[in-house]
């Protein structure tokens, strides 16, 4: 476990890629929540290639690396209070992925049909996002996993 929560990182430091070059292979969670990161590099993937956790909570992130379909053990990511506008679409792909939170940014649109091939899925949170009605109608048994969801706003009076 690597915990640099909280850090006010900008960037993830070189210098730690050196410093845990013979220890990464037994790193499986990485917490890089609440800090300023506005990316992260495929350089971060490729290098932590067996997590199965990932806390990127509370940055600015808005898009992730392809190389994230490279994390075939990762089972949870928490990308919640960021500032995605899309679904980050190379999530569909990481085969191991049963928890995705999307909490608290600014997703309108998710490819539902990508989604609904994913075998291990069992939770996709989108809670605070301002996500179209297709969405809210995607139903068990249609997706196999918990989709969670802010109530709908009352349509206003006229």
């Known amino acids: 476990s690597t915990d640099l929560a909280n850090c006010k990182l900008m960037s993830f430091p070189v210098g730690i890629y050196k410093a845990m070059r013979s220890v990464t292979e037994g790193i499986h969670r990485i917490s890089l929540a609440n800090n300023e990161l506005k990316s992260i590099t495929s350089r971060f993937v490729t290098t932590f290639s067996q997590l199965t956790e990932l806390n990127l909570a509370g940055n600015y ?16 990511i928490d990308l919640s ?16 992925l049963e928890t995705i939170d999307l909490e608290e940014n600014e997703i309108a649109e998710v490819p539902t049909d990508k989604l609904a091939s994913m075998a291990l899925l ?27 969801l802010s109530p709908e706003e009352p349509i206003p009076k006229a």
């Open 61 to 76: 992130l808005h898009r992730l690396p392809e190389e994230i379909t490279s994390l075939l053990h990762l089972r949870a």
């Open 81 to 96: 209070r960021n500032r995605f506008r899309r679904f980050p679409e190379p999530l569909a792909t990481v085969p191991a």
């Open 122 to 148: 069992r939770s996709l949170n989108l809670r605070a996002n301002p996500v179209g009605p297709e969405v809210r109608l995607l139903v068990r048994p249609l997706v196999p996993f918990e989709l969670l």
